[in-house]
């Protein structure tokens, strides 16, 4: 059993996955099977896109030292070995620091593969719900006061309720999870201080309508089953956390797509990309956790 760290400043966090030692899957598969983006084109050890550096926890390992033809002559062109790791490779069997992705074998080691990723492309929205895909509005917001009004509202229930939940958590004894939603709330006043920083005057008593795409004339970010309940996992707060953050998101989406006023669209875009990055951020963490518990249970 390996374990493989990914990293790259593209993503929010690192992402610890595991591999079986000898099944000859390479770095580059083992990244496109858990939705890591290292940059790849030909995927055959020919143009050096999957360029990755890779670190051994262990030091002086003899494991993926086998570089294929391809790896090496492409990593020779780009200057990516040095003469003191060509001597270390034919003297010490020790490999190099960068390798193709495409090429190199998961071995019986830790390691850590770091890439710089492709700042290029497009930043790619969480998927939306069926409602929130045909929202039409439910609020006109004909100013960009009137909709920083909501903001403020939907941020402020959220860090409301994020926190009485770790409070709720840390008296049932559970910690890890009263952590977990304290740092989730200190998020969501963050965003509240923006939205108020941007508002001349705001409306402290707005209610998200009835007519929106959420139920029970909720805010987005509240949700019935955030319950106090002291046998709630760190896995299930995430995703508890992970549901409220998309609801939090597609009433951000659904003002950038409805409203007339370009100043109100681009204060909802710029909010919609904050919580999409809250969405992404929280998956990650549910991998990683996710992850833990399989490696726990083996």
Known sequence: ?????????????????????????????????????????????????????????????????????????????????????????????????????????????DILVTFEGDTTLPVKGPALSLAAAIYKGGVEMDSLDKFLSFSVKVE???????????????????????????????????????????????????EVPASSAWPDNASPEMAKQWAGDASMTRLDALKVALQGERRGYEFYYSVANTAADKQIRAVAKEFEREEAEHVETLKLWIEKEEAAIRATAR
């Open 1 to 109: 059993m390996a374990n493989v760290t990914f990293s790259s400043p593209v993503m929010p966090r690192d992402i610890t996955v595991y591999a079986v030692a000898g099944s000859r899957v390479t770095l580059l598969s083992l990244a496109k099977s858990h939705k890591i983006p290292i940059p790849c084109d030909c995927q055959d050890g020919e143009c050096g896109s999957c360029i990755v550096e890779v670190k051994n926890y262990t030091k002086n390992t003899r494991d993926g030292v086998t570089l294929t033809n391809k790896e090496r002559e492409v990593l020779l062109q780009l200057g990516k070995i040095t003469k003191e790791e060509l001597k270390d490779m034919a003297c010490h069997d020790l490999p190099p620091r960068h390798r193709l992705a495409c090429q190199c074998l998961v071995r019986n080691e």
């Open 156 to 206: 402020e229930d959220s860090a409301q309720h994020y926190e009485e939940l770790s409070a709720n958590m840390a008296e049932c004894g559970n910690t890890d999870v009263a952590k977990l939603f304290k740092q989730l709330g200190e998020y969501s006043r963050l965003h509240l201080a923006e939205a108020m920083a941007k508002c001349e005057r705001f409306d402290a008593t707005v």
